[in-house]
């Protein structure tokens, strides 16, 4: 999913979220990939038989309207969409007594693997929302001297990836052995613990892909030492995105590492905008002839394949960005999309909300 469909998707996200029934007659259906229409009008047959028995006038008659405007639509689509479909209808006014049957019809940016019926006073929207969460995927370290936790940030999904111990005794010292020897040993014990985890960590994140970043969370100082003394990759040292103070080990602390690291995670979005938003108007400064900016003159240059990177302002509405995301896959230019939040951002609008870093130098400006 690209950025132009995520947010296109976030966009009917939200307009649905605001609609609820003022009974149980807004109607969810989601269609899963692969699944035949034929088999799905069936059901909706089956449905409207059963909504004939609602004992409410006009609950039953909006339900009703909701399910044959499903069945035409149906038809009209024919079959079913490589990734299915998520279907929504039902009565959005908010006057009592009075019809407003609206449908939408979402055809999701990723494979639906749910199919689902339900007529509720409000729509259901997790499967779709769960498709919008972040595809980066963010490596997680909770240590302390006894046990370490390496973890995995998916979206809004943690996952133990593995729990290590190290062995390392207590502060009460045992068996008669003097204080210096016991601090050796214990010190010994902790540097090769450290050496473990740095080895683990480096067996689950060197190679992987879309590995964003790692935050890494621990008391003070054991987070520090570790760093300092545990032999970690250098390719993973540059990779770490936070440190943060955590008491926990485990599933609960990866949870409150992940927590205490939002402010972070958030910034991640705006670098990424940043970064391509500095590259644009550096290469309008030193190399104008590579830019094109404004809708005009963009429009022109993509249908001329010369656009590599396409910027787009989320300000343009919905439309506009389908217009120009439609363009840029006729030539495989990436989109990026940017907001008008920072500096850069208000910037990129004043030139339109709409630029492109060219493949090749056109003419003169």
């Given at each position: ?302 249908k001329e394949g010369a656009v590599g990177k396409l910027i787009l302002s989320k300000s343009l509405g919905k439309e506009k960005l389908k217009k120009f995301e439609k363009l840029a896959e006729q030539t495989s230019a990436e989109v990026h999309l940017v907001t008008n939040e920072t500096a850069e951002g208000i ?19």
């Amino acid at each position: 999913m690209d950025e132009v469909q995520r947010y296109e998707l976030e966009q009917n996200i939200e307009e649905l979220k605001k609609y609820r029934g003022r009974h149980t007659e807004l109607i969810t259906m989601y269609i899963p990939a692969g699944y035949t229409l034929t088999q799905v009008g069936k059901q909706i047959e089956t449905e409207k038989g059963t909504a004939a028995n609602i004992k409410s006038k006009g609950t039953r008659k909006n339900v009703i309207e909701a399910l044959e405007k499903i069945s035409r639509q149906l038809k009209l689509i024919g079959k079913t969409p490589k990734n299915g479909l998520a279907i929504f209808a039902g009565n959005v006014s908010g006057e009592e007594g009075q019809g407003d049957i609206k449908i939408w019809v979402i055809e999701p940016p990723k494979p639906l693997k749910i199919k689902l019926y339900r007529c509720d006073q409000t729509f259901v929207l997790e499967p779709l929302e769960e498709m919008i969460q972040s595809d980066d995927i963010y490596g997680l370290l909770v240590i302390e001297r006894k046990e370490a936790t390496i973890g995995l940030l998916e979206g809004k999904e943690i996952k133990i990836l593995q729990h290590l111990t190290s062995g390392v005794p207590g502060k009460i010292r045992a068996g008669g052995q003097s204080s210096q020897r016991f601090h050796r040993i214990t010190e010994g014990l902790a540097k090769e613990f450290f050496r473990r985890v740095a080895e683990s960590m480096k067996q689950h994140f060197f190679n992987m892909e879309n590995l964003k970043g790692i935050l890494i969370g621990g008391p003070i100082p054991t987070k520090e030492e570790f760093l300092e003394t545990g032999q970690l990759a250098t390719k993973l040292k540059e990779k770490i995105i936070a440190v943060k103070d955590i008491g926990d080990t485990e599933m609960a602390g990866l949870k409150a590492l992940v927590n205490a690291s939002q402010d972070v995670l958030a910034e991640q979005e705006i670098i990424k905008q940043k970064k391509i938003l500095d590259e644009f108007f550096s290469a309008l400064g030193k190399t104008p002839n590579k830019v094109a900016y404004g809708e005009v003159e963009t429009e022109k240059r993509l249908k001329e394949g010369a656009v590599g990177k396409l910027i787009l302002s989320k300000s343009l509405g919905k439309e506009k960005l389908k217009k120009f995301e439609k363009l840029a896959e006729q030539t495989s230019a990436e989109v990026h999309l940017v907001t008008n939040e920072t500096a850069e951002g208000i910037q990129f609008d004043n030139l339109g909300g709409v630029g492109g870093i060219l493949r090749f130098s056109i003419g003169n400006k």
